[in-house]
Every structure is written in C-alpha cells, then in structure tokens.
C-alpha cells in the first residue's frame, strides 16, 4: 500500500490510514498479529513512502475492539519507544454493524444465527451495536493517546446504525 502510494508524488502528499480487520479477534486473516500491521503501517524502515496518517479496524465484531485496541495501543508505544514511529497516529474505527448478522461464504449470504434470532425473538440481545461501539469509543478516548478517533460502520451498518452511534456519542 505504502509503496504504491510512494510512486506518484500527487498521492504520496495525500495523508491515509489503513485498516485491518481481525475475524478472530487476534490475528489478520494472514495470520499477522497487531505489531507486524502496524509496523508495516507506521514504521519508515518497514516500506517505501510516508507512514500512514492513521491506522483502523473495519469489519471486526465489536465486542473484539476493546483488546484490540488495548493492543494497537501498545504496539504503537513499543514503536515510539525504539523510535520507528514518529508520533501517534489518529485511529479510524468502522466495526462489523450487522446487528448478529455472519456471512457465509458457502451460500454468500448473510444470516442470522439461530443463537442470535432467539435473543431477538425475546426480546434481549443486549446493548444496541451503537451503545457498544460508542463505549468502547469513550474508553478509548478517555486514555488520551490517539491524535483523534474517527469513527463509523462497515458496509452492513446502515443510516439508521450511523444515526443511534451519534446520537450515543454526544
């Protein structure tokens, strides 16, 4: 990514992020854990081109995004510390926003599991996408180290989605 960026001058200029998602919560679909992203992303040994201006997580569970930001938190710290970054990166969150849905890439459709149509059905479920995201948003922010935090849904959050995570954010 870096090093396409880098081979035209009218786009390495441009700041970017990048974003990974993390289907098991731990690692890359590669098999990458969180420091080797991000010392591809931020790191000026790592690849040709500017350090990304910021770094996300797009299409993971929410419930995920606590320890994994816990861990991107320290991945960059461990990168300051040796000095291959250079200063916080802002951080750009769009989660998973199917409401229980999973896709499945047999029929590639998405369903809801059975588990999660009987919490509807009765009613339960807990916390709304929204609330959830929301406050992991403000954890992360009350630890005051990402230059900002930008925020949203993957392709499955809908208008309605975006609407209840702002209304829970201000």
Known sequence: MRGALAGDAALA???????????????????????????????????PGPPAWGVGINC???????ALLRQYEAGVEALLREGAARAWPALVLYPDGTNGEVYDTTTQRWEVPEA???????????????????????????????????????????????????????
């Open 13 to 47: 200029a441009l700041p970017f992020w990048v974003s990974c998602l993390y289907p098991d919560g731990r690692r890359l679909p590669d098999g990458s854990d969180v420091a080797a992203a991000l010392r591809a992303m931020l790191d000026p040994a790592a690849a």
């Open 116 to 170: 999660a149509r009987e919490g509807q059905e009765e009613g339960g479920g807990g916390p709304s996408w929204a609330a959830q995201l929301a406050a992991v948003v403000r954890a992360t922010r009350s630890r005051g180290r990402w230059r900002q935090i930008l925020v949203g849904g993957c392709c499955r959050a809908s208008a309605e989605d975006i609407a209840a995570l702002r209304a829970e954010l201000l």
């Open 60 to 66: 993971t569970k929410v419930g995920r995004l606590d």
